[in-house]
């Protein structure tokens, strides 16, 4: 690409249109930083440290072990993990073989596992020594090609004294009985040897990771994702950011080497947790501090607290309901959260309201991005500057990429700037396409002018100033009585009611105007509304056909294990 199509004078300063030197496989972010940085950390679990050498030795292993397993180019192998530090050297060495790393979800029950297991064709897990965890594993494996599972406790991850009085006084967790056919992960590094098998690796068309959709209707589909994908991604994510390392000092990209520290909190089976969390800080060398559970701690997200007490984390990524939880914990005046110098938002639409909240509590700053899994995630983001981010719109496309607003029923025409469409997006981010699914990938993908988009689903439009916003996702839409409205939009209207902590709108029948809005919301901590209160506020705030005509009080809004509000969850419940 010679020439950035995106023409705005408010691109960001130094950030270059085009990257190059990303075509490497994705291990070398690893190798490389362990040749950089070999005694930096790269891993923070309770305390305990592991460098970059050693993470890299540990990956050699790992490979080495895989080989002796069978294990070829192209195979699949399952990371069954919260964010344990076993999680890098594991997924870096699948990667070492030349297998595919399929990141699963470790809350999974067993059959949602299967499926993931079956459809992907694994032939090897890794699971966590736990009460749960490992029988479920066990059981998904079953009726599958996974032939062999690797079991990690976390003791030997832990402090030396640590570790002895956790396993002393029964705290560290694990499985009542382990098969004994199955592999203990630290038997396994023990035996290896650190020298990982010699394959080649062709960047722009190998798969490197398998991510399963969340998946509206059905059951969720395997992204293969290439190495480019993400080492371009991570890279791009690098270029962008500009921060103020130092009080009235220039604005300069992450620092390398051991100067930052990211807050591990988003979890890394998930495209926007690697790539926005792990890869970034292997990119940079930079540390990372592995959160397993945010929601750990009394009252609950206290561990992230005094982990942000403790660690210092400089760098966060993470979704919207995580700066909810920070902003709305009772405990948030009794730690100190002010090493942040920047955080980047996805996963969901990012609140104003939040935003605001969030940066006065904390004095760090927020700036949204948008991406999804099938784009390894990050796609475009509003300029890492306070002047020109534009709070509510996702910014410009990342370097390299290209998006364009398209009819929504006629996907090879474009939309005039201001006039809402489907986001497609083109770049070396976006996945090679879904595992086994052909009719799919035909209905997500089109060729414009020799390139080719990807459909993402969502609604949005280009400003006068080439800022884009999203106004929702197609799938979300509601019809009242012939006008459109955005959930996000009556959301966001919500969220600035002083007594609303989380909101979700959603469309049920109505004989008269076909659909009508509902909102489900959830009030902070001891504060009491009605709902003549609320729809008193709505109808102050928004046109009639956009207020919510019932409100539901909830203890709880689902979410999922990456932080979304699942609009789809409330729907099905309707």
């Known amino acids: 690409m010679n020439e950035h199509p995106w023409k705005t004078p408010y691109w960001p300063d130094g950030v270059s249109h085009e990257l190059l030197d990303y075509k490497m496989p994705l291990f070398d972010l690893l190798d490389n930083s362990a040749k950089k940085f070999p005694n930096h950390v790269f891993t923070v679990f309770n ?68 499926h993931q297991l079956k459809d992907s064709e694994s032939k090897i897990v890794f699971c966590m020594d736990h009460e749960l965890f490992y029988p479920n594993a066990v059981k998904a494996a079953q009726g599958t090609q996974v032939k062999t599972i690797v079991v990690c406790n976390i003791k030997s991850y832990l402090p030396k004294v640590q570790g002895f009085l956790g396993s002393l006084l029964g705290k560290i967790p694990k499985a009542d009985k382990i098969a004994p056919d199955h ?52 890279m791009a994510c690098y270029e962008w950011g500009r921060f103020v390392h130092t009080q009235g000092g220039p604005v300069e990209k992450l620092h390398e080497g051991d100067y930052h520290c990211v807050l591990g909190v988003l979890p890394w089976y998930h495209s926007f947790g690697l790539t926005g969390a792990l890869l970034l800080a292997c990119l940079i060398g930079a540390k990372i501090v592995c959160i397993p559970d945010p929601r750990a701690g009394k009252p609950p997200f206290t561990d992230v607290l005094k982990a942000v007490a403790k660690y210092k984390p400089t760098f966060m990524s993470a979704v919207p309901t995580l700066f909810v939880a920070f902003s709305n914990h009772p405990l948030l005046d009794k730690y100190d959260v002010s090493s942040f110098m920047g955080c980047f938002s996805g996963g969901a639409p990012l609140p104003p ?15 949204e991005a948008y991406g999804l899994t099938e784009t390894s995630p990050a796609l475009s983001a509003n300029p890492t500057f306070k002047e020109t981010r534009k709070i509510g719109s996702i910014g410009f496309p990342l370097p390299d990429t290209d998006m364009k607003i398209l009819d929504i029923d006629d996907s090879t025409k474009e939309m005039p700037k201001g006039e809402d469409g489907e986001i497609a997006a083109c770049g070396p981010q976006v996945m090679k396409g879904y595992w086994n699914r052909p009719e799919a990938n035909a209905e997500v993908f089109v060729h414009i002018d020799g390139k080719r988009y990807f459909l993402t689903g969502d609604i949005g ?105 699942l609009r789809r969850v409330l729907r099905d419940e309707q």
């Open 461 to 565: 439009h280009i400003d006068e100033d080439g800022y884009i916003t999203i106004t929702d996702r197609k799938k979300d839409l509601i019809l009242v009585g012939g006008f459109n409205v955005y959930p996000r939009n009556v959301e966001d209207i919500l969220f600035t009611h002083p007594k609303v902590e989380l909101a979700a709108v959603i469309g049920i029948p109505d004989k008269k105007s076909g659909e009508k809005v509902k909102a489900f919301i959830k009030l902070k901590a001891g504060q009491t509304a009605t709902q003549e209160a609320i729809s008193a506020f709505c109808k102050e705030n928004m046109a009639g056909y956009k207020r919510p005509k019932e409100i539901e009080f909830r203890d709880e809004i689902p979410m999922s294990n990456v932080g979304k509000i």
């Open 47 to 114: 305390g305990a440290t592991k460098t970059y050498a050693q993470v890299k030795n540990t990956a050699d292993r790992i490979a080495n072990f895989l080989e002796k397993e069978g294990i070829k180019k192209g195979d699949k192998v399952a990371i069954f993990l919260p964010n344990l530090p076993h999680f890098p050297e594991i997924f870096f060495g699948i990667l070492k073989t030349g297998a595919v790393a399929v990141n699963c979800n470790p809350v999974y029950t067993a059959p949602e596992l299967n």
């Open 353 to 367: 309201e939040v935003c605001k909240d969030f940066e006065d509590k904390t004095g760090s700053i927020i700036f």
């Open 183 to 234: 592999f203990q992960f630290d038997d396994v590094v023990a035996a290896a040897s650190p020298v990982p098998p010699s394959i080649s690796i062709d960047p722009e068309n190998d798969t490197a990771v398998m991510l399963y959709t969340a998946g509206t209707t059905g059951l969720p589909k395997g992204a293969e994702l290439v190495h480019t994908n993400f080492t371009h991604n991570a």
